[in-house]
């Protein structure tokens, strides 16, 4: 069954809405992709108007800008997942997570599963 993002049957007190019309096409959904830590795999993904959306499967460096240089560092593992705890058990890099790499601990700030660069910075 197709993922729909349109507007909820429901009204905010419980009654049913009428539907104005059919599902469209533009209403269309994905299912989510949640990134992994693992060597870097993405691929493009054709969205609205043609545009390029790429999709992050998988990635093992983060982005630290430390003293004013910027440098890329190894990731080791999924320490924290605030988002939820069985993220970090299943090594999920999302937005929040804390991941432990050689120079310490780093929080991402990027979002991973929207644009497939991952930045952070040291906790």
């Known amino acids: ?16 809405y009428r539907p104005l019309r059919k599902k469209r096409k533009s209403e269309l959904g994905r299912e989510s992709l949640y990134p992994k830590l693992g060597s870097r795999k993405l691929k493009a993904e054709r969205v609205l ?9 998988s990635a093992d460096t983060v982005n630290v800008v430390k003293s004013g240089k910027a440098m890329a560092l190894k990731i080791k593992n999924v320490v924290a997942n605030p988002a939820n705890p069985n993220f970090a058990r299943r090594n999920i890099l999302t937005k929040g997570a804390v991941v432990e790499t050689e120079q310490g601990k780093v929080r991402i700030t990027s979002r991973p ?11």
């Open 1 to 16: 069954m197709a993922i729909s993002q349109k507007k909820s049957r429901l009204s905010p007190s419980g009654a049913f």
């Open 49 to 57: 108007g043609g545009n390029l959306k790429w999709r992050l499967f």
């Open 113 to 123: 599963g929207q644009d497939p660069v991952i930045n952070g910075v040291l906790v």
